[in-house]
C-alpha cells in the first residue's frame, strides 16, 4: 500500500492553455474523488467515482473540466482553456467501500498556478 | 446552504491541550472525520467518529460529539510543535453519495 499519488505535484500554466492531472489510488480501492482546495479554504467537492462510472458531478465542475477513470483504476482531471480562476490545489481521494469509516485517504495534490 | 464551521485560528503553548469545535450541518451524517494538513501536503486523516457515539479516544487525540448540538470537536493532549497545522472537520452529509463537506479549517499553532 503506498498510498494515493498525484502527478505532476505542481504545475504553472498560461491561461487558454489545457492541462491534465493524474491520480493514482491505492490499489483495490473502488472510489476516487476529486477536490479542489483554494488559499484560506477546504477542500471543496468536484467529482466522484465508483470503480470506471462517474457517479456524481459538483456545480463547480464547469464544461471546461472533465474527468476520467476509464479501468477502474487511476484517474486524469482535465481542465480546458484555463483561466486564472482555476489556478487552486487539486486534490485527490480514494476510498474503499462498505469499509468501516468509509474514510477517504488523499494524495498529496497538485498545485495549478494559472498565469 | 450546507456549511461545516470552524472557528480559524487557536493559540497555545507547547505541552498544553488544544480543542478545536466544529458545527456540522447534517444531523443524518454517518460519520464525522478531523484531518490535518501541513504547509503545501495533502490531507492526513487523524481520526473519525460514528454517529452512534458520544467520544473517541485515540492516544492523545479524543474526539467529542453532541449530535443534538450538531457540535464536534477534537482535543489534543500535551500538544507539541508538531502539531502546528490546519485541522478540518468533515462530514459526509446524507445525501446518496459519500463525499466530504469540509469546514474552512482552523489553524493551530504551537509556541515553545
Known amino acids: 500500500d503506498t498510498g494515493v499519488s498525484q502527478n505532476p505535484r505542481h504545475k504553472i500554466t498560461k491561461r487558454g492553455q489545457n492541462v491534465t492531472f493524474r491520480c493514482d489510488p491505492i490499489s483495490e480501492h473502488n472510489r476516487l474523488y476529486w477536490y479542489r482546495q483554494t488559499l484560506g479554504q477546504g477542500p471543496e467537492f468536484l467529482t466522484y467515482f465508483q470503480n470506471e462510472a462517474q457517479l456524481e458531478k459538483s456545480r463547480l465542475l464547469s464544461d471546461r473540466f472533465s474527468a476520467e477513470r476509464p479501468k477502474g483504476s487511476f484517474s486524469t482531471l482535465e481542465i480546458q482553456r484555463t483561466e486564472q480562476g482555476d489556478s487552486a490545489m487539486y486534490l485527490c481521494?480514494?476510498?474503499?467501500?462498505?469499509?468501516?469509516?468509509?474514510?477517504?485517504?488523499f494524495g498529496p495534490g497538485t498545485r495549478l498556478l494559472v498565469l | 446552504g450546507e456549511d461545516v464551521e470552524q472557528s480559524l485560528f487557536l493559540s497555545v503553548r507547547e505541552g498544553d491541550s488544544s480543542v478545536i469545535n466544529c458545527t456540522y450541518t447534517?444531523?443524518?451524517?454517518?460519520?464525522l472525520y478531523w484531518y490535518k494538513q501541513e504547509p503545501g501536503a495533502g490531507l492526513q486523516l487523524l481520526t473519525y467518529i460514528f454517529s452512534n457515539m458520544d467520544m473517541k479516544q485515540d492516544q492523545r487525540l479524543t474526539v467529542l460529539l453532541n449530535k443534538k448540538d450538531k457540535h464536534l470537536s477534537l482535543r489534543i493532549a500535551d500538544t507539541q510543535t508538531g502539531d502546528s497545522a490546519i485541522y478540518f472537520c468533515a462530514e459526509i452529509p446524507n445525501s446518496g453519495y459519500s463525499t466530504l463537506t469540509f469546514g474552512k479549517g482552523t489553524m493551530l499553532l504551537v509556541s515553545p
Open positions: 481521494a480514494s476510498s474503499l467501500s462498505r469499509q468501516l469509516g468509509e474514510t477517504q485517504y
Open positions: 447534517d444531523s443524518s451524517s454517518t460519520y
